[in-house]
C-alpha cells in the first residue's frame, strides 16, 4: 500500500527571507527524522505573481492586510528557485499553490513536481483551466465548496485524466474541535472513489487528537502548516513548531498502527486458539461407518470443544463431510478422520445462472423469496438433472416460479392431491406426460393432472409458472425410488437477490 503524504505547508512564513526559508525546510528535515519509513514528505511553497495578482488601486495598501503580507514577503523567481532547489536537496516531493495562471508557468518553469489548489481557488475557472494544461498531479482542497460545486471539479480534472487528491479543510484559523468536521473525510471517499483524499488541517499547532481521527477515517495526504519561530520571526497560531511536527506525526503513526491494514487483518496463533476454545464442538450421536456423509440428525454441537475437533462454526449448508474412519457414538468428530468439500461456490454459480434467466425474461421476482435448490441425485449432477424454485404463494391455492438451466432435465415424478398448471413465460421446454412428449415455448398453456407421471428438459434454459391447489410435499412420488433416498437433495436460500 502506498505510504500516506505529509505536505508541509510554508506558505508566507519564509518571510521574504530566502536563508530562513531554507532554515525552516532543514529544520523540518530533522522533524520527521524516524518517520520516513511511515510517510512520503512533501514541502509546498506558494507563488503569486504579485504585479499582476494585486489590481494597480490596491498595490502598497497597508490597511488590507493580505495586500500588506504579500508584498511584504515578495520573493523574486530565483529565491523561489532556489528554496524549491532546497526541498529537493533536502528529500522533499516539491508541491506548490498557485494563485494566477502566470504562476502555473513558473511552477513549471521550476520543475515543481505536484500543483496544490486552495480552497479559494477551487471553482476559480480560468486558473483551473491552465493547471489542467499541464501534467502535473493535483491535491484540490475542499473548504467552504457545496458538493455541487466539488462534483464539476472533480468532473472536470477525471474528464482530462488528471491525477487528483481531494482535502478536507476548514478554512479557519486556527479552527477550533467544534469546527473540524472530519467525518467530511468519510463523505469524500463514498462519494469521490477515483479520488485519494487526505486532511488539510489548521487546528491549533499541539492538537495531536485531529490528525488520530483523520487517519481514522481513511485519510491518505495530510497537509500541516509549519513554521521556524526566531527572535525575528515569530509562530503564528495555526503553524507547527519542529518539536511539534515531531510529536504530530508520532501521533499520526501511532493511530495508523491502531488502524491496521485496509484489508481484513489476519488474528494471531493466541486470538484463534482463544476463540476456538470456546466454541462448540461436533459429536457424533450415533455410529458413523467411515464413506458416510455426516447429516445433521447424526450429530449435536456440545461445549467444549478438543483439539482437532470440527467445530459448530465449520458446520454449514455449504459443507459436505464425508467420514474417512468410522466415529463411535458419542466421541468428538475429528478433522483428520473426514474429507470436506465446500459447495459456496458451485451454488453462487446457480444463482447468477437463475438470475441471468429471470432478467432475460422480464421476470419479476417478489421481494425476500426464498430460492430452493433442487438437486435430485446431488450437486455434483446439478448441471445435468435438476431445478430451482420460488414458492409465491401457498395456500389452498399455490403459485411457483420455476427455472431450469440450459441442458438441465427434471425426473419423472406425479402428485396424487394437486394439479398443475404451467405457464412458459421464457425459454423452451420439453415435457413428457405419461411418456407422450410434448415442446413448449414461452407463452404456451399446459395442464398436468393428477396422477400423470410428467418430466422436464430444457436446451436453452427455461422460466415457467406453476399455478396448482396446496403444494405439499409429500405428494411428490418420483418413478426413481433412488431420489427419495437422497435426504440432502433440496438447499434453500433466503439472500440471494
Not at 153 to 164: A, M, P, T
Not at 235 to 262: F, H, K, V
Amino acid at each position: 500500500m502506498t505510504k500516506p503524504l505529509i505536505v508541509f505547508e510554508m506558505a508566507n512564513n519564509h518571510m521574504g527571507d530566502v536563508p530562513h526559508g531554507i532554515a525552516t525546510i532543514r529544520a523540518m528535515r530533522q522533524a520527521c527524522d524516524g518517520f520516513e519509513g511511515n510517510f512520503t514528505f512533501a514541502f509546498k511553497l506558494q507563488y503569486r505573481d504579485l504585479d499582476t495578482f494585486i489590481h494597480t488601486s490596491a498595490r502598497g495598501r497597508d490597511d488590507i492586510k493580505y495586500v500588506k503580507r504579500f508584498e511584504e514577503t515578495r520573493l523574486t523567481a530565483d529565491a523561489f528557485a532556489t528554496l524549491v532547489a532546497e526541498m529537493s536537496t533536502q528529500g522533499f516531493t516539491t508541491v506548490c499553490t498557485p494563485f494566477d495562471e502566470n504562476s502555473v508557468g513558473q511552477i513549471e518553469a521550476h520543475g515543481i513536481h505536484t500543483i496544490k489548489i486552495a480552497s479559494c481557488s477551487l471553482t476559480d475557472w480560468p486558473l483551473l483551466e491552465r493547471i489542467a494544461q499541464t501534467n502535473k498531479p493535483i491535491i484540490a482542497s475542499t473548504a467552504g465548496a457545496t458538493l455541487d460545486e466539488i462534483d464539476k471539479v472533480v468532473s472536470f480534472f477525471l474528464h482530462r485524466d488528471k491525477d487528483l487528491t481531494l482535502m478536507h479543510c476548514v478554512a479557519e484559523y486556527p479552527t477550533p474541535d467544534a469546527s473540524l468536521q472530519i467525518g467530511q473525510i468519510e463523505i469524500l471517499r463514498g462519494r469521490y472513489p477515483q479520488c485519494r483524499v487526505g486532511y488539510s488541517t489548521h487546528e491549533a499547532p499541539d492538537n495531536t487528537a485531529a490528525v488520530c481521527v483523520a487517519v481514522a477515517k481513511g485519510a491518505q495526504v495530510f497537509e500541516k502548516h509549519v513554521v521556524l519561530p526566531t527572535e525575528k520571526y515569530a509562530a503564528n497560531a495555526y503553524s507547527a513548531t519542529p518539536p511539534q511536527i515531531t510529536a504530530w506525526l508520532e501521533s499520526a503513526r501511532r493511530a495508523m498502527s491502531m488502524c491496521g491494514d485496509s484489508t481484513r487483518y489476519t488474528p494471531s496463533q493466541s486470538e484463534r486458539a482463544g476463540l476456538n476454545s470456546l466454541r462448540r464442538g461436533v459429536f457424533a450421536t450415533c455410529e458413523i461407518p467411515a464413506g458416510t456423509t455426516i447429516t445433521h440428525n447424526m450429530v449435536e454441537f456440545a461445549f467444549p470443544p478438543v483439539d482437532g475437533q470440527l467445530t459448530a462454526n465449520q458446520w454449514s449448508k455449504y459443507s459436505r463431510y464425508v467420514t474417512t474412519n468410522p466415529i463411535a457414538a458419542g466421541q468428538p468428530v475429528h478433522i483428520a478422520d473426514i474429507t470436506e468439500s465446500q459447495l459456496r461456490g458451485q451454488i453462487l454459480t446457480i444463482v447468477d445462472g437463475v438470475k441471468r434467466l429471470l432478467k432475460a425474461g422480464n421476470v419479476v421476482v417478489p421481494g425476500k423469496s426464498d430460492l430452493e435448490i433442487s438437486h435430485h441425485y446431488g450437486l455434483g449432477r446439478f448441471d445435468e438433472v435438476g431445478l430451482t424454485m420460488v414458492t409465491v404463494v401457498n395456500r389452498e391455492y399455490c403459485k411457483k416460479l420455476l427455472v431450469m438451466l440450459p441442458g438441465q432435465s427434471h425426473p419423472e415424478q406425479y402428485h396424487l392431491e394437486k394439479e398443475e398448471t404451467f405457464v412458459v413465460l421464457h425459454g423452451a421446454l420439453d415435457i413428457w406426460l405419461d411418456g407422450k412428449e410434448l415442446q413448449a415455448r414461452a407463452g404456451d398453456v399446459i395442464t398436468v393432472n393428477r396422477g400423470v407421471r410428467h418430466a422436464f428438459r430444457t436446451d436453452e434454459g427455461v422460466v415457467f409458472e406453476e399455478i396448482s391447489s396446496t403444494h405439499d410435499k409429500a405428494d411428490s412420488y418420483y418413478t426413481d425410488p433412488a431420489i427419495a433416498l437422497n435426504v440432502n437433495r433440496k438447499t434453500w436460500l433466503s439472500y440471494w437477490m
